[in-house]
């Protein structure tokens, strides 16, 4: 079975029928189940209509370019790390000291 994305005015115009006609067969005009039905109304009861708004999309565009960055600046500074410890081995290894911070 394929799922339907209801559209915000397709959930006001459900939720409206509902009064008049009744849950039941509003739920059965418009293919819905009962338990949808209910929890847009919740939804409705407590927040409006902004409860009933669609948010497919969690993160913002800013939001995944930062990530992104973040990611980058991450493997960057890893290989870094492994740059800083191959130059202290070289050291260890040139003049012998245990502690290259002595140096």
């Known amino acids: 079975m394929k799922y339907k994305r209801w559209s ?5 115009e459900i939720l409206a029928s509902a009064e008049e006609i009744g ?12 338990g949808t ?7 409705f009861d407590h927040k409006g209509e902004d409860g009933l708004k669609v948010n497919y999309d969690t993160k913002s565009k800013e939001f ?6 973040n990611r980058v600046l991450r493997k960057l500074l890893g290989n870094k790390d492994i740059e800083l410890e191959v130059q202290r081995e070289l050291l260890k290894k ?4 245990s502690d290259p911070r002595k140096i």
């Open 37 to 43: 039905f209910y929890s847009w109304k919740k939804k």
């Open 23 to 34: 849950v039941v067969e509003a739920c059965r005009k418009y293919s819905v189940s009962t």
């Open 94 to 97: 040139k003049f012998g000291t």
């Open 8 to 12: 915000l005015s397709e959930k006001l």
């Open 64 to 69: 995944k370019q930062v990530e992104e960055e």
